[in-house]
């Protein structure tokens, strides 16, 4: 039995290490399958990895030629442009500043003046840079654009002028001419001088200033220049001047009318007002504004003042020439048409102007409208009224909409 015993013990060891080979062969099997799919995505993820390195790298040497840097204390932020003409704010070097050396204070003067400015940047218009303090608000910036004059007037409130010199503001370009700040009760005031008209378009974002300087005709698709005139276009048909005790309401009736009118353009409409800054411009201003701007179209401004107790709206129109596309005979009817409906009162029919009228020497469609008539005391009421002169605004706006779509 011993040896029986014996023999069956040898057997089953036998048997199980052959079940024990078997399961280490699979083993090894498995763990070499498992080190060789570790193998694979290690791999792979070093291979994504330098790609991904590779267009980072492309990118940000792609990107250097495209920047424009404001010192602003510490790091410097940059203005990385985008083709579709967005302006990016990120953090970066002044090694990868464009513009050389910025505006800077001439010593004894409240003047910045330009100095070695690198023209070759890849920004899609002419440019201004400014920094301002970290606690400045929406509310506390005011841009105004002098287009009669060829200036931009920059207000900060709260700004220093101690700010202005450790953060000077940088340009590209030619278009500004020059810089000069005057600083008031806690704010500062910058008077940019350009080289023409010019439209602007500003981005503010994490405290920097970004103003960019636009020719007319790119910035909005529709052009029109109105114009007050204060003086009677025929002293026969129109009358004298008012009596000294009603000049500044009829000037300001005229005022008030093409500065509303003005105030009613949209971002493809854009009025222009002749009369800007409060004062008459001369002939040579007027005919640079419609040049420069390419307005489409002129509208004069006027009042009768006549003791016959005549009222409602007139037009004028220079018969001399006609216009391919819009003649001047339509375009005056267009704007009194939509006059009468804004106002709700009568028209008279259009009429030729005079050899002498400013209408025979401009080369647009054109037409000086009149308002009504301040001999005519009702009306005159009317015109003196605030509402009554946004609805002469809104009948202006209106017929340029229409004669555009």
């Known amino acids: ?3 029986v015993d014996r023999l069956r013990a040898g057997i089953l ?11 280490i062969e699979r083993l090894r099997e498995e763990n070499a399958h498992s080190a060789a799919m570790e193998r ?9 990895a330098v790609s991904a390195l590779a267009c980072v790298l492309v990118a940000v040497l792609y990107g250097i030629n495209r920047r424009i840097v404001l010192p602003t204390g510490g790091a410097d932020t940059t203005f990385t442009h985008t083709d579709d003409g967005a302006v990016v704010l990120e953090n970066g070097t002044s090694s990868y500043s464009l513009l050389g050396e910025p505006l800077s204070f001439a010593e004894g003067t409240e003047t910045l003046t330009a100095a070695g400015f690198n023209a070759t940047l890849a920004a899609k218009n002419d440019a201004f840079c400014l920094a301002l303090p970290e606690n400045t608000r929406a509310e506390n910036v005011h841009i105004e654009n002098h287009y009669m004059d060829a200036q931009i007037f920059v207000t900060i409130d709260g700004m220093e002028r101690s700010f202005l010199q450790a953060h000077p503001p940088e340009r590209k370009g030619s278009v500004l001419l020059d810089a000069v700040y005057t600083a008031e009760d806690r704010a500062l005031c910058l008077k940019l001088q350009l080289s023409d008209i010019y ?9 920097i200033l970004y103003i960019e300087f636009l020719p007319p005709a790119e910035a909005y698709a529709h052009r029109m220049v109105v114009q007050p005139l204060y003086e009677p276009e025929d002293e026969a048909e129109d009358g ?6 009603l000049r500044e309401a009829y000037a300001e009736t005229l005022t008030q009318a093409a500065v509303l009118a003005e105030a009613r353009g949209d971002d493809t409409h854009r009025i222009y007002n002749a009369a800007s800054g409060g004062r008459e411009r001369s002939e040579e201003e007027l005919v640079h504004l419609l040049t420069r ?8 401004l006027a009042l009768r003042n006549t003791a016959d107790g005549a009222y409602g709206v ?17 375009f005056a009817a267009l704007f009194e048409r939509n006059m009468v409906k804004a106002l709700s009162t009568k028209a008279g029919e259009p009429k030729p102007c005079g050899e002498t009228s400013i209408l025979c020497r401009l080369r647009v469609p054109a037409a000086i409208l009149t ?3 301040f001999g005519n005391e009702n009306e005159r009421a009317l015109l003196t009224d605030d509402r009554y002169r946004a609805m002469i605004a809104d009948g202006v706006a209106g017929a340029f909409l229409e004669i555009t779509e």
């Open 1 to 3: 039995m011993r040896a």
């Open 13 to 23: 060891r036998g048997l199980g290490s052959e079940e024990l080979r078997e399961k």
């Open 40 to 48: 694979l995505f290690y791999r792979t993820f070093i291979l994504c």
């Open 199 to 207: 439209e602007i378009k500003s981005i503010w974002k994490k405290n």
């Open 240 to 245: 004298q001047p008012p009596a000294p005790e």
């Open 293 to 300: 701007t390419g307005a489409e179209y002129y509208l004069g």
């Open 314 to 330: 007139g037009v004028l129109y220079n018969a001399s020439y006609f216009i391919n596309g819009t003649g001047n005979a339509a």
């Open 371 to 373: 308002l009504g008539n």
